[in-house]
């Protein structure tokens, strides 16, 4: 079975940093893209970033030139560095990935469990 795992969440203080990780694991055929969401407290889930199987990365507005999206050349790890944080980052942070499962034959989108960053003094 194909799941998509996150870490590296936590508690941080404002100008602080973190790094999360997302890896799929499991068997597939293919992965596409994949990329970070992220849902504060009462608002809905939004994009923060995206990166394309060829290497192209899309960021929100709200975190550009603060946070940094990369991939392992293996494919099926992505890393968001986040830099200079604010309380506004809050959020549970949820990895998606485009997969194509071993036995399948399209993509499927795969959401991880999603992990809590918390921005506070």
């Known amino acids: 079975q194909v799941q998509v795992i996150e870490s590296g969440g936590g508690l941080v203080q404002p100008g602080g940093s973190l790094r999360l990780s997302c890896e799929v694991s499991?068997?597939?055929?293919?992965?596409?893209?994949m990329g970070w969401y992220r849902e504060p407290p009462g608002h809905q889930r939004d994009l923060v970033a995206t990166?394309?199987?060829?290497?192209?990365?899309n960021y929100a507005d709200s975190v550009k030139g603060r946070f940094t999206l990369s991939r392992n050349n293996a494919g099926n790890t992505i890393y968001l560095q986040m830099n200079s944080l604010n309380p506004e980052d809050t959020a549970v942070y949820y990895c998606?990935?485009?997969?194509?499962?071993?036995?399948?034959?399209?993509?499927?989108?795969?959401w991880g469990q999603g992990t809590l960053v918390t921005v506070s003094s």
């Open positions: 998606i990935a485009y997969v194509v499962p071993a036995g399948e034959r399209s993509y499927q989108s795969l």
């Open positions: 990166i394309t199987d060829g290497g192209t990365i």
């Open positions: 499991g068997s597939t055929l293919a992965i596409s893209a």
